[in-house]
């Protein structure tokens, strides 16, 4: 199937711990994205790379890092994970251009305890 | 900066009945507008976009929003609901083509 696939798809960690969650999509597109969504449901943006390129960056603290080793991959790294940290993580990918939609991954729900 | 205002955060209707979902935007370039719908534990899908050209959008199962610029609006309608429709919908903006700007969704609730 054609699609935005993550892992894990959840994530129980203790606060302190170091984490990664994996991004794959095959469509072929040129940028991803992670956003964050919190218990509120409210979606941000976080990091966008095009042609594995670091393009939108906001304000994010350090410890979060994404890494692109290629178009089809983006991962998120999270150094001393802390309790606000919890939430679910959506990657997306899209096609630069005209075709501006972004397709959503299922999530990654992290919990730090 | 875009932002997105969605003045509902939740919608309870009767199945069958219409609705309205609504979103208005804040902008001072032009910008893509998108409807997408996340279902329980799920991700979000997207529901339909303008981009440019005709106003009005619909999507194959039978939401329809129109694109209002001089009210700075994007909502969205359906004129008969199914229990299958219940979910959070969420409104964006782009700017860019690049990051999405979301409001703060609508839950909509369908009952029979």
């Known amino acids: 199937d054609t699609a935005v696939s993550q892992t894990p798809k959840y994530l129980v960690t203790q606060m302190g711990n170091d984490k990664s969650i994996k991004c794959e999509q095959n469509?072929?597109?040129?940028?991803m994205y992670w956003y964050k969504q919190d218990s509120k449901k409210f979606l941000k943006i976080m990091f966008s790379?095009?042609?594995?390129?670091?393009?939108i960056n906001e304000t994010v603290p350090n410890r979060f890092s994404p890494k692109s080793p290629d178009k089809a991959h983006l991962n998120l790294h999270i150094n001393s994970l802390e309790l606000g940290d919890s939430a679910v993580y959506f990657c997306?990918?899209?096609?630069?251009?005209?075709?501006?939609?972004?397709?959503f991954g299922p999530g990654t729900r992290l919990t730090v305890l | 900066a875009q932002s997105v205002t969605q003045l509902d955060s939740q919608v309870p209707v009767f199945e069958e009945a219409p609705v309205e979902l609504r979103c208005n935007y804040s902008?001072?370039?032009?910008?893509?507008l998108f409807w997408y719908v996340q279902y329980p534990n799920q991700g979000l899908q997207l529901l339909l976009k303008?981009?440019?050209?005709?106003?009005l959008v619909e999507s194959i199962n039978g939401f329809e929003a129109e694109f209002n610029k001089s009210q700075t609006s994007f909502h969205l309608r359906k004129p008969s609901v199914h229990i299958s429709d219940t979910a959070e919908y969420f409104c964006?903006?782009?700017?860019?083509?690049?990051?999405?700007?979301f409001g703060k969704g609508t839950s909509l609730l369908v009952t029979p």
């Open positions: 902008s001072s370039v032009s910008v893509y």
């Open positions: 997306a990918s899209s096609q630069s251009g005209t075709r501006v939609e972004q397709f």
């Open positions: 303008y981009l440019s050209g005709s106003t």
């Open positions: 790379y095009n042609n594995k390129e670091l393009i």
């Open positions: 469509l072929g597109h040129d940028t």
């Open positions: 964006a903006v782009s700017a860019s083509g690049y990051a999405l700007n």
